[in-house]
């Protein structure tokens, strides 16, 4: 087997996170350009990176998956790995998010492809966890939230796309579950061992459906009323409860799955500049400029951990 066909076949699922990172940026800059914080220009530059990224992704995956089936059907059904196809259509989904002030069009067509395949991919792992038979409480992280919670992502650019009652729906079954999971993995970390080092930045992932259940609140009920501020507000502790983790996430080695800082820390940033945008106040401004300065640091930092990793062959080589 040659090389190419190696890398090929062991290129994980879970590099679509680096489109959800670099798509959640790009919606920082698009609200931070809004309110005249950030320079124009950097919101753009991040929409073509994003739908490049996006483009190279889909054609390697549809690669591997014509060429080497049984390994993506193993990832498809492990009990880790399976959590991450949903990627796929949340990168879908964010890409004609980040496209809908530059072309309505092509957004409502990734966009409806996007929550298409979510709907499905969604279904599928539902119906894998019910019919489990070797699942233990060990296997629950919180990469478990990305295809149920993700519904929730669906509703920012499809107000703009789709009936409400459709929007509510997504909407509705992504906030029922973010409160199922979160009892669950609470109890996994606090009952049961630690995360294996390569998991623990998923812990991130806790911020992400509060601060996007706030942004699509927002979207589909029109107004900043309690229910709002309490998603911001659990986003926002969920940030400061992470933040003072940091020497713990500092000293773990680098792996991909380092990418799921980006997305979480690009939707609390977004919601806390719409937060300064709704109410005016100038705590909001600080902290959404605050955050995402932090945001554009973390990017650097995981393009150059990536590209070195892949330079030495860490990256689609087998674990282990």
Same mark, same amino acid.
């Given at each position: 087997m040659s090389l190419a066909a190696n890398r090929l076949e062991f290129c994980p699922v879970s590099?679509?996170?680096?489109?959800?990172?670099?798509?959640?940026?790009?919606?920082?800059?698009?609200?931070?350009?809004?309110?005249?914080?950030?320079?124009?220009?950097?919101?753009?530059?991040?929409?073509?990176?994003?739908?490049?990224?996006?483009?190279?992704?889909l054609v390697v995956y549809g690669?591997?998956?014509?060429r080497h089936r049984g390994t993506v059907r193993e990832e498809l059904h492990h009990p880790v790995r399976m959590s991450f196809f949903p990627t796929i259509s949340i990168s879908l989904v964010l890409a004609g998010t980040v496209l809908l002030p530059l072309a309505p069009t092509a957004s409502f067509w990734l966009w409806a492809v996007g929550a298409a395949a979510h709907l499905v991919l969604v279904l599928v792992i539902l119906?894998?966890?019910?019919?489990?038979?070797?699942?233990?409480?060990?296997?629950?992280?919180p990469a478990w939230f990305i295809p149920m919670v993700g519904n929730v992502l669906v509703p920012i650019a499809g107000m703009s796309h789709a009936p409400a009652e459709v929007n509510w729906?997504?909407?509705? /079954?992504?906030? @029922?579950?973010?409160?199922?999971?979160?009892?669950?993995? %609470?109890? #996994?970390?606090?009952?049961?061992?630690?995360?294996p080092e390569r998991?623990?930045?998923?812990?991130?992932?806790?911020?992400?459906?509060?601060?996007?259940?706030?942004?699509?609140?927002?979207?589909?009920?029109?107004?900043?009323?309690?229910?709002?501020?309490f998603t911001f507000y659990c986003a926002l502790f969920f940030t400061l409860l992470l933040a003072t983790q940091w020497r713990r996430f500092v000293r773990l080695p680098f792996a991909l799955s380092w990418w799921a800082y980006s997305f979480p820390i690009a939707?609390?940033? /977004?919601?806390? @500049?719409?937060?300064?945008?709704?109410?005016?106040?100038? %705590?909001? #401004?600080?902290?959404?400029?605050?955050?995402?300065?932090?945001l554009a640091a973390v990017i650097v930092v995981l393009v150059v951990k990536t590209v070195g990793a892949a330079r030495a062959g860490r990256v689609c080589a087998p674990e282990g």
């Open positions: 590099l679509f996170a680096m489109v959800m990172g670099l798509a959640g940026f790009t919606l920082s800059s698009q609200s931070g350009e809004r309110l005249g914080l950030f320079p124009p220009g950097v919101a753009l530059a991040g929409t073509a990176i994003t739908l490049l990224l996006l483009a190279v992704l690669a591997k998956i014509l119906s894998f966890w019910i019919h489990h038979q070797g699942f233990e409480i060990q296997h629950s992280n729906f997504f909407f509705s /079954v992504g906030m @029922l579950f973010w409160s199922v999971l979160l009892t669950i993995i %609470f109890y #996994r970390v606090i009952f049961h061992p630690p995360l998991l623990m930045p998923t812990l991130f992932i806790l911020i992400a459906p509060p601060a996007v259940g706030f942004l699509a609140y927002l979207k589909l009920a029109g107004g900043l009323d309690a229910f709002a501020r939707a609390v940033t /977004v919601a806390s @500049l719409v937060m300064a945008e709704r109410t005016g106040l100038a %705590f909001f #401004r600080y902290l959404g400029v605050a955050l995402h300065l932090v």
